[in-house]
């Protein structure tokens, strides 16, 4: 093992990461070299190199340290066969005793979720989310039942690129949820909210969780989608003059701010522009953008700008 050991700085540059970050992953969560020969510096095994890459491969995908650290440990045992690390209490096991995946200190509906989303079973899904939303409504179902599951599922994947199939079938089973929140209640009037995409962005569940929440507030809403190019975003908002148009971008690379100097730029310039979702930094937004925290965030300047409009018509 000794001839396959590494020092810090050829693993840095394996990584492509600084060695101070590899010093901090070191100091903060245990992350470090496991080789010691007396007399000479510590270094990195093979195996040290697979949870350092995992880390490096989670926090690039926007996961955070502490729980990327977490996967990091168990990714070597991830890849080989045998019985999955233990999470009693994290996650949801299937039923066979594999793969688990970690919900938090989520309540028993978000690990019923899990369980069922290993089995792929797509009535139990259907049954826990349906309950959810008749229970407790849009925005609770989501922070509390289908992030934390959501978010599991992708952590799980980035740590062993396993579960895809698991992940496609609970996205679809959420879309479908979502879209019957919006059938059952159909606001009336024109749709003053225009949900989109940004550009090359794929992940659309957010904005159909914010659409069911707006048909639930009796908000109507036009919903683009997922990947809009800003040139058909501008076509749209040229054609239905919304009152306010919600930006969703999920990762740095899909969050250009002209996106949104576009929007403000347009000649039918809406009263309010949000830039949704964790891909926008807040020190790029050009002035005039609103980015909301949270979906009930969002919700409640979206149920603002419908009451302020409706003053208007009133007086």
């Keep these: 093992m000794a001839d396959e050991a590494l020092s810090a700085g050829v693993v840095a540059r394996r990584l492509g990461i600084a060695v101070t970050t590899l010093r901090t992953w070191h100091q903060r969560y245990g992350l470090g070299p496991s080789e010691h020969v007396p007399g000479r510096h510590r270094r ?24 990327a650290a977490r996967w990091a440990v168990q ?20 039923g066979g005793g594999g793969a688990t995946i970690p919900v938090g200190r989520s309540g028993p509906a ?7 989303a290993m089995r792929l079973d797509s009535n ?20 509390t039942l289908l992030r934390p599951v959501l ?19 609970v996205s679809r089973c959420v879309s479908e949820a979502f879209a019957a929140v919006v059938r059952a209640h159909a606001p009336n009037g024109p ?23 707006l048909a639930e507030a009796g908000i109507a809403h036009r919903l683009l989608g997922a990947r809009v190019p800003v040139r058909a975003l501008l076509g749209a908002v040229h054609r239905t003059g919304p ?16 996106q949104l100097t576009a929007l403000l730029a347009g000649p039918r310039r809406p009263l309010l522009v949000f830039a949704a979702g964790p891909g926008w930094r807040a020190d790029s937004l050009p002035a005039g953008v609103v980015r909301p925290a949270n979906l009930a965030e969002a919700l409640s300047l979206a149920a603002a700008v419908r009451d302020s409009l409706d ?5």
């Design 110 to 116: 978000a690990r019923g979720l899990a369980r069922a």
């Design 311 to 315: 003053q208007s018509a009133a007086g």
């Design 124 to 143: 139990a899904i259907n049954e826990v989310i349906d309950r959810a939303i008749r229970t407790g409504g849009v925005v609770v179902t989501w922070d």
């Design 243 to 258: 009152a306010a148009v919600v930006l969703w971008s999920q990762t740095r690379s899909t969050a250009d701010p002209t």
């Design 151 to 169: 978010a599991g599922l992708g952590e799980r994947h980035a740590a062993t690129a396993a579960l895809i199939e698991v992940e496609h079938l």
């Design 44 to 67: 990195y095994t093979p195996a040290d190199l697979i949870r350092l890459e995992t880390m490096r491969r989670l926090t690039a995908n926007g996961v955070a340290p502490a729980e």
């Design 75 to 94: 990714a070597p045992d991830a890849a080989l066969p045998g019985p999955a690390p233990r999470t009693e209490g994290r996650g949801a096991r299937d």
């Design 191 to 213: 749709p003053r909210i225009l949900l989109s995409c940004a550009d090359e962005e794929q992940h659309s569940l957010p904005l159909e969780a914010l659409g069911a929440a």
